[in-house]
């Protein structure tokens, strides 16, 4: 059921809507951000800091700082095993303890445990998967992004809108390849920059000199780096994190689709362009696996049967094709990646 019902705007006025749903990325840049952020607000530097804390305890904000982009700091993939129901803590407890493994779901499916490793080489990214094989005794589907067509979980929630995005403007949407050796060529500021960073920025009212203090560099520099990764992508967007599921958008499904290989990009693009589809990429098949489905896409709405409905317009309309539907039924783990090992020399 949606959290919508519950009344986590209560008390909530203009000032903290426009914090909620204009922030949460093109965050300042600048050595005291608040007191750029209170002018546009319109209130005091104190107040600002003090209402974003606000709505981070309450639970509407996971945090405040940069959101990083593991495939182009690093290696990842999506990986799912087929676990038997006897076993499926036992097989839990090895994925989720490795730090590169930082997301896990069950899903209802035959392939009933998704995870997400994220490494600092292609290497050591399948060294895991291989290890994963070796001690659970469980065949890996290993399912690297190949291409990006939409991905993006920025979007409005002050709002009594169904669906994810339905209340954004048109987005560009592009097919942008994923490399698999993807390493991030980073300077050593750079690399030091995101291990501290990866967990979000301290809230106060210099948070940029906090972090620069903390990993011995000059706040200019800082600054100029944290716009460089921005530039470079590896650095996603900077502003306040949003509960999704706090705020009422807790109805997702993943559903895969088997897409003809030439029109993959056309169907992509056009998909990754609709307001109700909050993710969108390609993924390769796995025939070998019984795994025909190239293409993945991810609705985030208010209800679940609403999700449905457009899943049904997808196929009716944009992909017909044949395709599953993979709702996520629990949550094994969600953590950050990890960066001190993707920013690291050592294997």
């Known amino acids: 059921m949606s959290s ?20 949460q990325s093109g965050f300042p840049v600048v050595e005291r951000p608040f007191g750029a952020l209170a002018d546009e607000l319109g209130v005091s530097e104190d107040e600002a800091l003090d209402r974003v804390r606000r709505l981070r305890e309450r639970g509407v904000f996971r945090r405040f700082g940069a959101v990083l982009n593991p495939p182009v700091i690093g290696s990842s993939t999506l990986a799912a095993v087929s676990a038997p129901e006897e076993r499926f803590e036992e097989v839990a407890e090895v994925i989720n303890g490795y730090r590169q493994v930082n997301h896990n779901y069950r899903r209802d499916h ?23 094989e070796d001690r ?35 987005t560009e ?24 960073i990866q967990d979000g920025f301290p809230l106060s009212a210099t948070p940029y000199r906090d972090v620069a203090d903390a990993v011995g560099a000059d706040v200019d520099d800082v600054l100029s780096a944290i716009e460089r990764l ?30 003809p290989d030439d029109e993959l990009d056309a169907r992509g693009e056009a998909v990754g362009r609709l307001p109700y589809v909050t993710l969108c990429y390609h993924r390769p098949r ?31 309309e944009h992909l017909p094709f044949d395709h599953e539907r993979l ?7 969600q953590t950050g990646a990890q960066y001190e090992e993707l920013v690291s020399s050592e294997e």
């Open 286 to 316: 796995r025939p070998e696996q019984d795994w025909p489905y190239n293409l993945f896409t991810m609705i985030h709405g208010r209800e679940a049967g609403a999700v449905d409905e457009k899943i049904d317009e997808l196929a009716a």
């Open 173 to 196: 949407v592009n097919a942008t390849r994923i490399s698999e050796e993807a390493t991030g060529n980073l300077s050593a500021l750079d690399a030091a920059l995101l291990v501290e």
């Open 110 to 132: 035959e392939w009933n445990m998704w995870f997400v490793v994220t490494a600092g080489s292609r290497g050591k990214r399948d060294e895991i998967l291989a290890d994963i």
């Open 136 to 170: 659970t005794g469980l065949s890996v589907l290993n399912l690297p992004m190949l291409t990006d067509y939409y991905i993006d979980l920025e979007f409005p929630v002050m709002n009594d809108d169904r669906f994810a995005r339905e209340s954004l403007a048109a």
């Open 327 to 333: 709702y996520s039924t629990e949550t094994l783990k």
């Open 230 to 259: 921005r530039d470079d992508g590896c650095i996603k967007r900077i502003g306040c994190v949003v509960n999704h599921v706090v705020t009422g958008f807790d109805a997702n499904c993943m559903v895969v689709w088997d897409v």
């Open 4 to 23: 919508l019902a519950d009344d986590w705007r209560a008390d909530l006025d203009e000032v903290d809507a426009t914090l909620i749903d204009e922030y």
